[in-house]
């Protein structure tokens, strides 16, 4: 059974905690909290968040981690793509049973549905900001 890969939403509300702050260096334990995830996972995520250069970390004692850019310039395929998640569709790999059409068939026909949802699916994230994500945090109270 496939298991459901959360890094994309662990790297959205890591970035949307840090645009709640609004600037606030905040330490990857209180990330982690905030998650209610492993913290060497948050931290492996906001390692990556960094290498996108999608926020700066400090090390050492102190170490925390702040926005690199203001929520309005970051937008979810951002942090779609810095979280490296793989993509949001797939065509099983399980092999050809070569005596049924459908089989012999289906990947050919399905990748070209699969790589349109998955388009469609990033250029909507595109058009979505850390601003967006922040301001429906902040109505929700």
Do not use: W
């Not at 496939?2 to 890094?7: C, E, G, P, R």
């Not at 951002?78 to 797939?90: G, K, L, M, Q, W």
């Amino acid at each position: 059974m496939s298991q459901t890969n959360v890094q994309f939403s662990v790297a959205s509300h890591v970035m949307a905690a840090l645009g709640v702050l609004g600037g606030e260096p905040v330490r990857s334990s209180a990330l982690a909290e905030s998650v209610n995830a492993d913290p060497s996972f948050v931290r492996r995520v906001i390692s990556k968040l960094a290498k996108a250069g999608l926020v700066v970390t400090t090390r050492g004692k102190n170490g925390a981690c702040t926005l690199a850019r203001p929520p309005a310039q970051i937008t979810l395929l951002d942090i779609y793509r810095a979280s490296a998640a793989p993509e949001a569709f797939a065509v099983h790999s399980y092999t050809v049973a070569e005596n049924c059409q459908v089989s012999r068939n289906i990947k050919f026909c399905m990748e070209k549905v699969l790589r349109e949802a998955q388009e469609g699916f990033e250029q909507r994230l595109a058009r979505q900001t850390l601003a967006d994500v922040v301001a429906t945090i902040q109505a929700a109270g």
